[in-house]
């Protein structure tokens, strides 16, 4: 059984910076001949406000031509907490319209695949209340399947026991209830994205591996402080037989480099100040 992993493409018919990148992506894909692709998010520039991203993105996934699960990124579902693009139901809604669920399971070989929504973590909306319950439960349902999960953001960047890194991982109280599933079920496997850093490591038994996107990288401007990982573009590929699970990071041919520091002010314009006439 074979799976591809990829993640933050950022497209959008209407801001179309990296759509360059998704012939070549799309075309490896068909190569490589997958049973499966899962997308770890932020797979449009603006879905979470924009429904025609979400819409256009959907179409090109189908076009693969192959079996794919995809799981939200803050760009396509909002994320907790935010001022301007909250997560709710209405952003669920449009997600789940155009991608299907935003939570998954996929029994293969003797492995158990799950997607869940890291922007629900921490959102206080009813869905992260249910979305634990599922959570628990689709454990618990694994028996003896080893279990693999993959979502957008990873859960820690250097440790399982620091502090609130703000943008880029879990919050400390969401993912010390995962971490305690995760040592409670010997998770095999945690795949995310978000970083658009390439990163493959162990801690406590556990395979961690951080996708890279295939949009564009992050300058080291934008990436305070510096984090772990390799500026790389391209995919994850995986290999699953029985109990045995392989795990690679992989280049795509054809992919451009773009930095999203050179075109950040046209892609992702700060939010306008709204000036009130009234106020003196
Ligand atoms: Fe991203
Ligand atoms: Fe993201």
Do not use: C
Not at 20 to 30: E, K, Q, S, V, Y
Not at 91 to 110: A, K, Q, Y
Not at 201 to 222: Q, R
Not at 243 to 262: K, M, N, Q, W
């Amino acid at each position: 059984m074979r799976i591809i992993q990829i993640s933050d493409t950022h497209l959008s018919p209407g801001k179309v910076h990296f759509a360059d990148n998704w012939p070549p992506l799309a075309g490896w894909i068909a190569e490589q001949r997958p049973d499966l692709v899962i997308h770890t998010g932020d797979v449009t520039v603006d879905g979470a406000d924009v429904e025609e991203d979400l819409r256009h993105t959907g179409k090109l996934m189908r076009g693969l031509g192959v079996r794919f699960r995809a799981v939200p990124g803050n760009h396509d579902v909002g994320d907790a907490g935010d001022r301007r693009q909250p997560v709710n139901d209405e952003r669920l809604r449009r997600w789940r319209t155009h991608f299907g669920p935003d939570r998954w399971v996929e029994d293969v070989e003797d492995f158990r695949v799950i997607g869940f929504d890291a922007l629900l973590l921490g959102s206080g909306e009813p869905e992260e209340a249910a979305q634990d319950d599922w959570l628990d439960a689709v454990m618990d349902g694994a028996a003896d399947r080893r279990i693999a999960w993959f979502l957008h953001r990873p859960l820690f960047l250097d440790s399982p026991d620091e502090g609130d890194t703000g943008y880029w991982s879990v919050k400390p109280r969401p993912r010390s209830r995962l971490i305690e599933l995760v040592r409670r079920f010997s998770v095999a496997l945690v795949a995310s994205g978000h970083l658009h850093k390439a990163h493959d490591f162990l801690h406590d038994g556990t395979h961690y591996i951080w996708a890279p996107a295939s949009a564009f990288l992050v300058g080291p401007g934008m990436m305070a402080p510096p984090l772990p990982g390799e500026n790389r573009l391209g995919a994850v590929l995986y290999e699953i037989h029985g109990r045995t699970l392989e795990a690679e990071i992989v280049a795509v041919p054809g992919l451009s480099p773009h930095r999203i520091d050179d075109v950040v002010e046209e892609v992702y314009p700060p939010p306008q100040q709204v000036i009130d006439p009234s106020a003196a």
